[in-house]
């Protein structure tokens, strides 16, 4: 994995990191070990109930538990007869507690019956080490592409334990159904990130950026592009001689850059793009 230089947050209503979002996306499940059941027949429930497993060591945690990101889920207001589901299956043969090997599976699923309508399998997206998943999430805001086809997006949230040399990101990604199949049409886009270095009391320099997102009305290959406007800021706080931490803002930046899609997904520019899963 890299770590970015910059650091970026997004004014799209980004939620904080709490067990009451977790626990809220966790709700639109409604029963998520019915839904597991449904979409992987030959899974085997354990003695307690709280996962499943896929031979021949795949886990699937429905809630989370410690480190572990479980199943969530949340109604598609677009198409509110459907519900997506993001599930993690975690090799447990090469996972510890200290880091995690696994994929994502995205369902696009019909509330009534639960019956599976697209799947998306995603390699990799469970990977993490010293910087570990914290927390994932579907972003149901309006990305209309094209007439007849609004995306969704997936938010995962990563972090480090790092007192002086705190690390944070959140990466977006975007689907689309065309064709009748789910598509990824962006990969690994970074929506908030925070680092920097200090001394753990006040002095330090760390930096911080806003990204906003727009759907602009020209188009390439059908789909309309996506403009990010991004405001980096740094700062450099430093104890005053009263014995009080100062804040010591730098002049903010402003970026804008303009998402293309190409035919089969949107380019993402390197300075904004994820950790590498």
Not at 129 to 152: C, H, M, N, Q, W
Request: proline share 6%.
């Amino acid at each position: 994995m890299r770590i970015l230089l910059c650091t970026l947050s997004v004014s799209l209503a980004l939620a904080p990191a709490s067990f009451s979002t977790a626990q809220a996306a966790a709700d639109d499940c409604g029963d998520a070990a019915a839904l597991v059941q449904q979409a992987y027949p030959k899974a085997r429930k354990s003695a307690d109930g709280a996962s499943f497993t896929l031979d021949p060591h795949t886990s699937i945690v429905l809630l989370p538990q410690d480190d572990t990101p479980g199943v969530v889920c949340k109604v598609w207001p677009a198409h509110d007869d459907l519900l997506l589901v993001s599930v993690p299956l975690i090799d447990s043969a090469k996972s510890s507690d200290d880091e995690h090997y696994g994929d994502i599976e995205l369902l696009v699923v019909d509330r009534k019956t639960l019956q599976v309508r697209q799947r998306l399998l995603q390699p990799r997206l469970m990977n993490d080490d010293a910087i570990a998943i914290r927390k994932i999430e579907f972003d149901t805001g309006r990305y209309v592409l094209a007439p007849g086809v609004t995306a969704f997006g997936l938010r995962i949230d990563m972090a480090n334990h790092s007192q002086p040399n705190p690390f944070s990101e959140t990466d977006l990604r975007l689907y689309a159904i065309a064709g009748g199949a789910l598509h990824a049409v962006l990969d690994g886009l970074v929506v908030a990130n925070y680092g920097g270095e200090g001394d753990t009391n006040c002095a330090g320099s760390f930096h911080s950026s806003q990204v906003s997102l727009t759907m602009s009305p020209a188009s390439h290959h059908g789909y309309h592009d996506i403009v990010v406007v991004e405001r980096s800021d740094t700062d450099d706080p430093s104890v005053d001689k009263n014995g009080e931490c100062q804040s010591h803002p730098g002049k903010p930046v402003n970026r804008t850059y303009r998402l293309r899609y190409d035919g089969g997904r949107y380019p993402v520019p390197d300075e904004l793009k994820a950790l590498a899963p």
